[in-house]
Structure formats: structure tokens, C-alpha cells
């Protein structure tokens, strides 16, 4: 295949204090990347990381119109986005944060110019955006949704099926979120019944474009113990989750629930579930991080771009040591490729 016809996908490098720039440098110095990337992050700071781990790696800095070439061990092309402060591995610096955001403006604008096929993110640090004044962020996920126009989005985070013996197919575990970045106390307000039924219309749908799941059948965790233990225990189940779930059966969608979230993760009640969808973040996370964190990837649902993740954080503790784990972003990077092969083949 020419290399301008091999899908490029734009690699944000995240908060610099962190492992995000490293990981970019441990992607390209020690193998040959599974697809054709450009890494948005500030050049100095990557060839600083990589001297300080060690690594040989030429950063090539791209002008936006210059082809990015075919993927090659050691080399990183980059679209440069300078770092507005010096970072140290650790420290967060609050000057920083607009890089941070400049990167995936960058990313952005090139997946939706139709430039980049993707965009992968390596992690970035929520606090430090908020401390340096950017009110309302909460994520990648919602700065996604809002930078694209969209209502609504789903954040899923799915395992690498190569540890797990459940059958065929890439991903084995996949577990979207009906609510994301929300203190606990504001998670059962947010459930409505016509934000439900768009999330799960969503889920549905990108089951079907994204994974190639023809009939997805979907688990739908309770919210409450017990699913609500007929409204014993709250009402959440009666007069939000049931209702949409049997409006939407009727039109046809396979929905299994609400099941009580503590059973639900079981092999069993697993059997033929294409995607559980939980209620709120720490309720379907650490399931699905137990089962394979460092082996899974974060997948932004219902944007008009790729958008793939690694399914970690900063890790200020790792960061400038290499010692980073780089199994998830290989993951990452190689679903965002995968997906970015099925949007070329797939009307939107
Ligand atoms: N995709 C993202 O941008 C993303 C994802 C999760 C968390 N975060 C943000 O990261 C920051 C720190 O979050 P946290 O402390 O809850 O989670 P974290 O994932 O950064 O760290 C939790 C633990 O996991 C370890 N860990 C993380 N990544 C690792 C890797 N690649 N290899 C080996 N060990 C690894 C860390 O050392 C730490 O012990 C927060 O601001 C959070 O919001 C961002
Ligand atoms: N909820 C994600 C996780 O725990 O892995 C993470 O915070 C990333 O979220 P964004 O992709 O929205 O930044």
C-alpha cells in the first residue's frame, strides 16, 4: 500500500509532567509502530524524555502540509505544539495546560479536515487543566464532544481479547459509561429517560460501525443495589431504566436488564453480551480494569472522528523513569487503526 493511502492517526502526547511523552518516544524507539502516526507534542520536550531514558529517536518536525512518512523504528514525526512553560517529569505546571489543549485542537481540527484518519490521546491531567483555569473541563471525552458539536457522546473502554478466552474477535470485554466524570452525588440526576435512550441508540450504533457487531446484544447495569430490589432501594430502576429499555426493545434492540451490577460481571451473565453499559465510572471501570488493565483502550462513541485512549492515567509516580507500561497504547493505537480501516469502508 503507497504510504499516503495508510491511515495516519494524529498521537496527542498529554500532560507533560507525565508518562504521555515518553510513551510516544518507547512506541517508536524500541519497535516499529503498527501504524502510520504523528505524535502532537512539544519536540524538545520528546527528544528530552528520550535522552533521559535512553532511547535513540529522531523526532522529525512536520510542517502541516509535509507527507508523514510510513511508520519506522526510531523515528517520531511530529506536528510541533510548544510547551507554554519547562516541564519536569512529575510536576505539574499549571502554565502548561493550554499546550495541553492546543495538542488535541491540533488533532482535532486534522481528523475532522479529514487530514487524520484518528486521533489517539495519551493521558492528561484533569486537575491541573482545572487549577489553571479551565472551567467545566472534566475530560477528553466531554472537550471532544463540545470541540465536535455533539449532544451526545459515550465513553467505552474495551480489554485486548489476547488474554482472554472468550472467543474470536479482537476485544473481548467492553464497558460503556452512561455517566462519566461526575461527583457520585450528582450520577442519579443525570440519568434521565431520553439521555438514556440516546446513549444507548449510540452504543447500539457504533457497536454495529466501529466492532462489525451486527445484532448487539447489550447488559444494562441497575444502578441501585440489587437493581433497585423493586424500589426498595431506590426508584432509579422502576421509573428511569426499565421504561427505556422496554421502549427501545420494542423497536427491536437486544437489552438485557437492568441487572444487578454485582452479578452482572460474571461469566455467565457475559455469555453473548457484545457491551455492558454501567451507570456511573466506578461502577463499570474497575471491572473492566481488573480484567485487563494495561491491555485495554478507551473509545470515544458517537464522535464524527476516531478517537481512541489508553485506559490510564498520568502516573506523575512513573513518569521519567520508563518504567510506564506501554501495552495499552500499543492497543490503543492499533484499534484506532483498525477503526480508522472500517470509516474508510463504511458510509458515516
Ligand atoms: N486517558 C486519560 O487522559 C486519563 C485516563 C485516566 C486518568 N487520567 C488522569 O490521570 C491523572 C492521574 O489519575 P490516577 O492517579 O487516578 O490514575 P493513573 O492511571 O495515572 O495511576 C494509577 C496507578 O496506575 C499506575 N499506572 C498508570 N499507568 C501506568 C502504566 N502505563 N504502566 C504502569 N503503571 C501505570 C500508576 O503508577 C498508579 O500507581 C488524573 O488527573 C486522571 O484524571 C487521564
Ligand atoms: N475515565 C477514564 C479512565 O478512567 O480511564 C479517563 O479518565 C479518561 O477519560 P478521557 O478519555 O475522557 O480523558
Redesign the pocket.
Known sequence: MATANIPLLALTC?EPAG?GPELAVMLVADEVPSARLVAVGDPALLAERAALLGRRVEVRVLTPDEPVPAPRRGVLPVWPVALRAPSQPGRLEPANAGHVLETLDVAIAACLSGHAAGMV?T?????VILDAGHVGFT??TEYLRDACGMKEVVMMLATDSALHARGPGMLALRVALATTHLPLREVADAITAPRLERLLRILYADLQRWFGVVAPRIAVCGLNPHAGEGGHLGREELDVIIPTLEGLRAEGLALDGPLPADTLFTPRHLEGVDAVLAMYHDQGLPVLKYAGF?RAA?ITLGLPLVRT??D????L??AGTGR??LG?LRVAVALAAQMAGRSTTTPA
Open positions: 498529554g508518562i490521546t493521558p492528561l491531567h484533569k486537575g475530560g477528553h494495561g478507551n485512549s489508553v490510564h492515567g498520568t502516573a509516580d512513573l510506564a507500561d495499552s
